[in-house]
Structures are given as structure tokens and as C-alpha cells.
């Protein structure tokens, strides 16, 4: 998808007063611009980028359709109405056969057997009916990602460590699958200060690095 397609048709939409479909196409021309700013490239927006925030948005309003109150269907036909727009210029995501078929000459770098990664990506290829071919099972993030930069293979990796953009295309799966990552300490326990700085800084983390910041939360947990 390129940009000149959002702004055009954002263009058409005004021109029709169709507010409903301006406002969707809108909302996702800005957030393709901010990613270009944080990105560092604004004057040269790829389709790819492009591609992964209208994947993003998709999801966010998705998320909005799936939680609104059942007794506010003003809000609810709001949201269905945004999502719908937004679908028409999703990419399409892949089948079962054209996994296989994309997938078949690749080598996959895998992690460890045991790793929340790997269990993830087994359990994507055998609801495809796949059988990758591993290369390499390491759980070493940072070279995982420098392995895929230099074209040794394919990966799974979370969403919180896909960076090097530049050099890595990322494509998010769907539906998307998710690990819980916890940081939990006994319910009484008084945080020294380099403690609660440890705890601030893993939340920070999750808060910058990922598209739901409000899931990188505090939680009391008894044991």
C-alpha cells in the first residue's frame, strides 16, 4: 500500500462528505506519518511501513469493537464502521497453503525448545500443516536478528524487540498470538529503591517497545 493511495482517497472521501470514511482514512494517514518521523523516514515512506501501521490500527480498533459496552451500539457501529474501512486496505494475510508454499525453501532460525518463542512458532506452523526446516535454534535475541539482516533465514520474535528496521521486514501474525511477561515479587514485599527502579524500568520498557502500553502494568500477585 503507498502513502499517495491514504492521501488520495482521504482526498475523495472529503469531497464526498463521507465524514466516516474521511476520518478512518485520516487517522491512519497520521499515524503512518508519525511512525515515518520516529523512523526517520518521513521523506521516503516505504509500502511496507505503510502496511505494518494500517496492521497496527486494524488491531487497535479491533480491540475497541470487541470490548465496547453491548448496550452502546452507537459506539459499536462507530467502531465496525472504522474497522471495515480499514480492512480494504489491509494486506492480505497468508493461508495455510501459502505459507507452505513461501515458507517451503526458507531455513527457519528457531529458538530453543522450551522458549515461549518456539512454542509460539510451532504451534503457528502446525495449525498450517508446516514442517520447518531449522537451521539454527538459538535463544539469543541479538543474534537472531543479525542472522535474518544477513538473509541466513527466517525467524519468530516479539513485537517488544523488532527493531533494525531497516534491514529486517517484520509481518505480524494473525490471529496474533501472545506471551505473558511477568515480573512478580511476594505481595508484602517492600521494594528497596534500586528494586523499584529495576520494576520502573522493566515497565518503561514494555510501555515504549510495544502497541499496547496500557498492558505493561503493575500486578499484585499472592503466593
Keep these: 500500500m503507498e502513502m499517495q493511495t491514504l492521501q488520495k482517497d482521504m482526498i475523495a472521501a472529503m469531497k464526498a462528505k463521507d465524514k466516516v470514511r474521511k476520518d478512518a482514512i485520516s487517522s491512519l494517514v497520521s499515524a503512518v506519518k508519525k511512525v515515518a518521523i520516529d523512523e526517520g523516514c518521513r521523506d521516503d515512506i516505504k509500502p511496507e511501513l505503510v502496511a505494518r501501521v494500517i496492521l497496527k490500527e486494524l488491531k487497535s480498533v479491533k480491540e475497541q469493537v470487541d470490548t465496547c459496552p453491548a448496550d452502546r451500539t452507537d459506539l459499536k457501529e462507530e ?7 480499514i480492512s480494504e486496505y489491509a494486506p492480505k494475510l ?9 515458507f517451503a ?20 506452523f502446525d ?6 526446516v531449522a537451521v539454527c535454534e538459538t535463544n539469543n535475541i541479538s543474534a537472531t536478528r543479525s542472522m535474518v539482516a544477513q538473509n541466513a533465514g527466517v525467524a519468530f520474535i516479539s513485537e517488544s524487540c523488532s527493531i533494525n528496521r531497516n534491514h ?13 511477561n511477568l515480573v512478580v515479587h511476594q505481595k508484602d514485599w517492600v521494594l528497596n529503591e534500586p528494586e523499584q527502579a529495576f520494576m520502573d524500568q522493566i515497565l518503561n520498557y514494555f510501555k515504549q517497545n510495544t502497541e499496547h502500553p496500557y498492558l505493561a502494568e503493575k500486578y499484585s500477585i499472592s503466593f
Excluded: H, T
Excluded at 529486517?168 to 505473558?180: D, E, N, Q, V
Design 168 to 180: 529486517i521486514a517484520y509481518y505480524p501474525l494473525s490471529p496474533a498470538m501472545k506471551r505473558l
Design 127 to 132: 495449525s498450517c500443516g508446516f514442517e520447518p
Design 94 to 102: 497468508l493461508s495455510a497453503e501459502e505459507v507452505k508454499a513461501n
Design 105 to 124: 525453501g526458507d531455513s527457519l532460525l528457531l529458538s530453543k525448545k522450551g522458549a515461549s518463542l518456539r512454542m509460539i512458532g510451532d504451534q503457528f
Design 79 to 85: 467502531y465496525q464502521a472504522r474497522y471495515d474501512i
